[in-house]
């Protein structure tokens, strides 16, 4: 497991680090575009049967190239089961995401993120609060349309629980 979270995160760094060292790399601040969309998704988590549905909807800001950040929400009906933190009945949460948005090829756009938050939820047998922490490391695609965009993300929830997320939404002025 440990090869796999290394190799993650040198792959991710592989990816961003040239994009960081452009020169001409637009900002947030200068160029960005909010947005706000919809998000749906499957967690598979190990070592257990079946699957972990989520959905939310995202916020945050997007520029051209280079850093945006933005919030997610997440409920989840059935979320992953972890033995050192319990196995609620479902679960609601939150994640902070760091993209680096790479220079864009026509309506497509890739990029590597990370996400920290959290996810709780009661415990189906006792009902006491089980908080999982979530860090997750990723990549993604953006398909632009307008006004509008689409957008396929993966990555480790937790460093351990594979998923994948589809989002539709759209940019702000």
Known sequence: MKRLVLGIISTLVAIAAPAAAQTDT????????????ARAGVAIPPDTVGVAPTF???I???PESGL????HFIYSPNPPDVSWVGDASYGFGVEADVRW????????????????GFMV????LTKEN?????VSPGLGTRLDLGP??????FGLAAFVIPFVNFSVGGYGS
């Open 148 to 153: 509008l965009y689409a957008s396929f993300d």
């Open 130 to 134: 089980v908080l999982l922490p979530l």
């Open 60 to 62: 945050g800001l997007a």
């Open 68 to 71: 945006g950040l933005g919030l």
């Open 101 to 116: 948005y790479l220079p864009r090829a026509g309506a497509l756009q890739f990029y590597p993120f990370f996400s920290a």
């Open 121 to 124: 939820g009661p415990d189906e």
């Open 56 to 58: 939310g909807a995202e």
């Open 26 to 37: 637009c900002t947030f601040a200068a160029d960005g575009r909010s947005y706000f969309g």
